[in-house]
């Protein structure tokens, strides 16, 4: 393969919409191949905004905005890296011939909860949670009484957790209605999913390309309102429940198809697999890659999207612990205890413009060779040594 120099008529691009903490490293691993980066987000100086060598901010669920963009750049590869994106516009630029990662199928179907859910169940018949879509209040109340309590009720198209809840019983569906109803994103249709009462949930990360398949480690997490909060790997399996995972996630991301890394959330009970959900880009379990691999998933990523081997070595266990924001400002500080800085330890901030309240900042790293208990152990223990 040739490789260019950024800033170039020759350049490789790649134009990332969505420019959080994620593509921020995306950025990073495409630099360190001399790939021009062109970072795209919604509001000025995203973490990916600080590190590419151009940016913008455009209303990314405008068609008109996003196509202008990517007509003007011209990239190679255009990343998908949110959900809240124009799909008609990655459509449109993908039929004018710019490389949608993984392509815009793929895109669309993953975004939105019907779809995905849809495919993966009625089309490729993987296994999964009772399901049933309502755009009523009075759709949700026959639902949940179908699908049974507790369930879970989630807007079709949400982003990190956003709007999701657990009703209990009959009497908390009026606030789950709520909750759901008032989450960034689309929330004119409801997804209902049956509580399955799993061991644990992993994401099994799956690169893709001409050159094959490779699966990462498990990895454990555990979430709190839908978003992650810790995560680790490796996640101890059954042998026949990692093999069951490593088909499932083969399938949906063949299905799907293109290049890149997906994220397969799945849930684990025994030796039975339940697909869940699928992201076509890193994911936030995966940070703790960053110290875990020698090649993290933001490389593998763009291995996978130019064409390249997939192989990289395990270095060990390893935990990561994200550090939300307790405070509303525009000017950012964190008082780190330094003693987090060790060989087997570190953190990454990631530099949003402004902190809210529950805003992921930051993550914390730990690393064990042996045991991912341990890391995870002292993740938790080095979350607690930010403040603000």
């Known amino acids: 393969m040739q490789f260019t120099t950024p800033l170039k008529s020759n350049s490789i691009k790649i134009l990332l919409l969505g420019s959080g903490e994620l593509g921020k490293e995306v950025v990073i691993e495409a630099q360190r191949l001399g790939i021009e980066t062109i970072a795209v987000d919604s509001y000025a100086n995203a973490p990916a905004h600080q590190v590419a060598h151009k940016s913008?901010?455009?209303?990314?669920?405008?068609?008109?905005?996003?196509?202008e963009v990517i007509r003007r750049e011209k990239p190679d590869f255009v990343l998908p890296e949110v959900e809240a994106i124009s799909?008609?516009?990655?459509?449109?630029?993908?039929?004018?011939?710019?490389?949608?990662?993984?392509?815009?199928?793929?895109?669309?179907?993953?975004?939105?909860?019907?779809?995905?859910?849809?495919?993966?169940?009625?089309?490729?018949?993987l296994n999964a949670s009772g399901y049933e879509f309502v755009t009523t209040y009075e759709g949700l109340k026959k639902a949940a009484s179908k699908i049974g309590f507790p369930c879970v009720i989630k807007p079709v198209m949400s982003s990190s957790g956003h709007g999701q809840s657990i009703a209990k019983n009959e009497s908390d569906l009026e606030n789950s209605w709520q909750i759901a109803k008032e989450a960034r994103g689309d929330s004119s249709e409801l997804i209902?999913?049956?509580?399955i009462t799993f061991d644990y949930e992993i994401?099994?990360?799956?690169?893709?390309?001409?050159?094959?398949?490779?699966?990462?480690?498990?990895?454990?997490?555990?979430?709190?309102?839908?978003?992650?909060?810790?995560?680790?790997?490796p996640m101890k399996m059954s042998k026949i429940a990692k093999q069951k995972a490593k088909d499932i996630a083969q399938k949906i991301t063949d299905g799907l198809g293109g290049r890149g890394i997906f994220g397969v959330e799945l849930f684990i009970k025994g030796d039975e697999v339940y697909f869940s959900e699928v992201s076509p880009r890193p994911h936030d379990t995966g940070m703790v890659t960053m110290i875990t691999q020698s090649q993290s998933e933001f490389a593998l990523h763009i291995r996978a999207i130019l064409g390249l081997p997939l192989d990289y070595i395990d270095y060990g266990a390893g935990a990561s612990a994200a550090y939300k924001s307790t405070t509303d400002s525009f000017r950012p500080?964190?008082?780190?205890?330094?003693?987090?800085?060790?060989?087997n330890s570190f953190i990454r901030v990631f530099?949003?413009?402004?902190?809210?309240?529950?805003?992921?900042m930051a993550v914390a790293l730990s690393f064990d060779k042996k045991s991912s208990k341990k890391a995870l152990k002292k993740a938790k223990k080095?979350?607690?040594?930010?403040?603000?």
């Open 56 to 67: 913008y901010v455009i209303n990314m669920k405008n068609e008109s905005e996003v196509l």
């Open 87 to 125: 799909i008609s516009a990655l459509f449109k630029a993908q039929e004018e011939g710019f490389h949608i990662i993984p392509n815009a199928q793929a895109v669309n179907k993953t975004m939105n909860r019907k779809n995905i859910r849809v495919f993966a169940c009625e089309e490729l018949g």
């Open 192 to 195: 209902v999913e049956e509580f």
């Open 203 to 233: 994401t099994l990360l799956t690169a893709r390309n001409e050159t094959g398949t490779t699966f990462c480690e498990p990895i454990g997490h555990i979430q709190k309102d839908g978003d992650y909060i810790f995560s680790w790997q």
């Open 333 to 343: 500080e964190f008082d780190i205890d330094s003693s987090i800085f060790t060989k």
């Open 351 to 360: 530099g949003k413009p402004q902190t809210h309240l529950g805003r992921r």
């Open 382 to 388: 080095l979350i607690k040594k930010i403040k603000e």
